[in-house]
């Protein structure tokens, strides 16, 4: 389908003079330039913020009338000028990093990069938490540097679920289809008019897929989805939920994710050079790719050989148990006799290649596939990868770890995406031109050391009025709406003031993370955060997995702290974490809080979010923090002493938590000058910005992918393989 086309059908007719408006709604750029969004912000700011920041349903029920003004305001079309100038030069491809850095590099096949879920804006909610923001700040860097470069996921029509917390701290799951017409979706044709583009047998049955699309900036996107009356009734809600249903969805889903996906690209005739499983729920990819080279007659040995020059694997977690594994059995019957048929009699040999000789458990894990077909793996900071080569080094039968061929790419979050308009304005203003887009440019990122401390300070401040003002809202809305206590109203926030030194912590509630931690001594939290002088406020967000049981339960002790009137109203938890509520909390509070269990933390990066707003990070030593970290830009909780007794370590770590925000943080943050600027808190601030911008954005994480992996792979150098015995 063409752009026109598609404008026509999800947006009415606009104005010749401001046509331009329903080009850039559908293509997801807008979301990171901020002149775009601040264009459709204009267009009408109460329904932009009704429309929760979406530009199709903003477009569809704005007032004509309105627009039609708009086409005789000198101000907004300049603006609007402005940005379509800059949309049209967007789309032709311009930063040209790449090919200006790698001008020998073929681009005519791209790298496909699949992933279960990406978090690209809250209008597409097609991700759960971390491991989908990565890959959605992943591809707009992708599209940033001008890489040859598709998107492979699924799409999850009913989304992940909706937080609600019932008034006794349970969290509830609820439901909220996604209505594609109001996303940049939009279905691929198949062949001869058919709803499907292409078709996988799972446990012996055909299951028939849909292709949509959007474009990313100038990346494709393509997501699979089930939901054809073709299907059988139960093979249509295969692809409707992120996360849920259990282990055999769960297996459906990423047989649908690898296996279709690798033939939804050949159906739509993209050829890739490359092939980036992010995490092991992709894995499938490469055991279809396996099987599309031996039935072309390729004997394994290449074809495994091939296969692994490449394939790039990223692993993503440390704790055993985050790794996807089914019954042996489960996956042979999902993948059907006719598949594996087509191994012919190397067939056990492929099915091997998902076994894990450190555990005799009969199963099939998706990791070891992974790293047994991709030449390339690596882990998502320096310790993870010190970590995952130690994990799987059994692979390698036991060779020392310093040896096992995984490397480390440090996460890094997308600055444009993440940074607050007010602070790139800022940085507009002493760091020249271009500063957005130094990498490891040490002069560029100094230069935030010479802001001045105060507008640095009232900048924040802004922030900071913007996110509470912002709570209070929507805890009027839904004490209107759906809560029926007025404890709820506590609990949301509207007692939170600007003036305390605010401390946001917002993650999932997976127990390693330890959203708990600062409860450990209730008395001595109550001390500290009700103050008369220095008050203390704290602000919680995330969702338990639905299946998590233990998270939820950490989760309702903590929401029962919100409700007490010992804390005086200054503990909030706020529903429904997503990436317009993460916007707006790493953008406006004053710490970030982080404590996961030593060493489970794979990177975390939401602190890295904070860090470019100058929000400082008070953290366990674990993650990207062991590389962040210099004294000045946060606070490190050290390390505690082994331990197998978790509470012992736990005690630990409050212990140094509770000292370091009584002797050190609260008096920084409340030490003012004339003005009222705490100075020597603002110089971390700046070492925060400086820090994050300098090594912590995707700009260099995907650089470090293309050096390290792309390029050598797009470029078809030669290829040393080390891999896994058996
Ligand atoms: C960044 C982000 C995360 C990941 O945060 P961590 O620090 O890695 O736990 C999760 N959810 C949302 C909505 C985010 O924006």
Known sequence: MDIAQLQRQKLPELPARIEGLAALAVNLVWSWHRNARDLFHRVDPVLWRLSQHNPITLLNRVNPERLEALTRDGDFLGRYDRVMEWFAVERSAVDGWFEDSHPDVPTDRPIAYFCAEFGLHASVPIYSGGLGVLAGDHCKTASDLGLPFVGVGLFYKKGYFDQRVRPDGWQEDGEDAVQPERTPLVPVDGPDGRGWVTEVEIFGRPVRIRAWTMQVGRAPLYLLDTDLEANHPDDRSLTSRLYSGGLPMRLRQEWVLGVGGVRMLRAVGIDPAAWHANEGHAAFLMLERLRESVTAGTVITDAVREIRRTSIFTTHTPVPAGHDHFDLTDVRDCAGEAYLADFGDRVDDVVALGIDPSRQDEQFHMTALAIRLAGHVNGVAQRHGIVSREMWRHLWSERPADRVPIGAVTNGVHLETWMANPMMRLLDRHLGSGWNRARENAETWDAVLGVESETLWRVHERLKNVLITRIRDEARQRWKQTWSEAAQVVAGGSLLDPQALTIGFARRFATYKRANLLFRDIERLRRLLTDQQRPVQLIIAGKAHPQDDPGKEVLQSLYHFTRDPVFEGRVAFLEDYDMHLAHLLVQGVDLWLNVPRVPLEAS??????????????????????????????????????????????????????????????????YDRDEEGVPREWVVRMKEAIRIAGRHFTSRRMVQDYTERYYVPTLRGDPFVDDPPLG
Do not use: F, Q
């Open 604 to 669: 975390g990066t939401s602190g890295m979010k904070a860090a470019l707003n100058g929000v400082p990070h008070l953290s366990t030593l674990d993650g990207w923090w062991e590389e962040g970290a210099t004294a000045k830009n946060g606070w490190t909780i050290p390390r505690a002493e082994a331990s197998d007794d978790i509470d012992v370590v736990d005690g630990a770590d409050a212990g140094h938590l509770y000292r370091l925000l009584e002797e050190e943080i609260v008096p920084m943050w």
